[in-house]
């Protein structure tokens, strides 16, 4: 399976200010995926980011907010910007391998907007 | 039409006993069914996973029963060990899009604990 590291794994960060989350895979992958897991809840899909094109956002998320790269099959980016104490999360970086149906997760980035 | 919804938010087994856990769902158009067990600090981790025409899967100690007329699938954990003790996702596939790509619509999860 792939292997995924995200960098950084917690950051306390002020609110008003801008967080950049990456995630590496150790492999090559077509379609990155994007989570959010809020405090004690199950986990809701931010975005779809393909390389070499715009990411696709799920409804609730939008780019101004969660602006995505995606510059490589196995790197991406994910930026929380002015943040507020509500985007206080675990962001996750998801892969899929396998073909259509595997899909594997970074540990995640824990963040605390004060 | 997109939920899944997962019951029973949490549980407690003794060690030996049988863990079940089970989600239902509405959109026929779900193609895969997987379950995911999640660790305090940890990424969800891939357990176990059903496809819409098997009607049960089993690996290990772990089983999923799928029931497609019912719309429900369920996690059964047999011989439950305090090592299995962590937060349990259901979750089903969509393919959707010009992308043709699955995304997973996650289920509100069920905290295990297994009692030794």
């Known amino acids: 399976s792939a292997v995924i590291s995200q960098k950084p794994s917690r950051d306390i960060c002020q609110r008003g200010t801008s967080l950049t989350i990456q995630c590496q895979v150790d492999?090559?992958?077509?379609?990155m995926f994007w989570y959010r897991q809020q405090p004690g809840q199950s986990l809701t899909l931010i975005a779809t980011?393909?390389?070499?094109?715009?990411?696709?956002?799920e409804s609730g998320f939008v780019i101004d907010k969660f602006p995505i790269s995606r510059p490589n099959l196995t790197f991406s980016t994910l930026t929380v910007s002015n943040m507020s104490p509500e985007d206080s999360s675990i962001y996750l970086c998801?892969?899929?391998?396998?073909?259509?149906?595997?899909?594997?997760f970074g540990s995640g980035t824990r963040l605390t907007v004060v | 039409q997109q939920q899944v919804k997962q019951s029973p938010q949490s549980l407690i087994v003794q060690k030996g006993g049988i863990s079940i856990i089970n989600c239902a769902y509405e959109?026929?158009?779900?193609?895969?069914f997987p379950w995911y067990q999640q660790f305090p600090g940890k990424g969800p981790a891939l357990l176990i996973a059903?496809?819409?025409?098997?009607s049960e899967k089993k690996e290990g100690r772990f089983t999923i029963s799928f029931n497609k007329s019912a719309k429900q699938f369920s996690l059964h954990i047999m011989d439950s060990q305090p090592g299995d003790s962590a937060t349990y996702f259901c979750?089903?596939?969509?393919?959707?899009?010009?992308?043709?790509?699955?995304?997973?619509?996650f289920g509100q999860g069920t905290t295990l604990q297994v009692k030794p």
């Open positions: 998801s892969v899929e391998y396998l073909g259509p149906y595997g899909y594997t």
């Open positions: 492999s090559q992958v077509t379609m």
């Open positions: 980011a393909n390389q070499g094109s715009e990411a696709t956002y």
């Open positions: 959109n026929t158009a779900f193609d895969y």
């Open positions: 059903i496809r819409p025409d098997v």
């Open positions: 979750a089903a596939s969509i393919r959707g899009g010009s992308s043709n790509t699955g995304k997973l619509i």
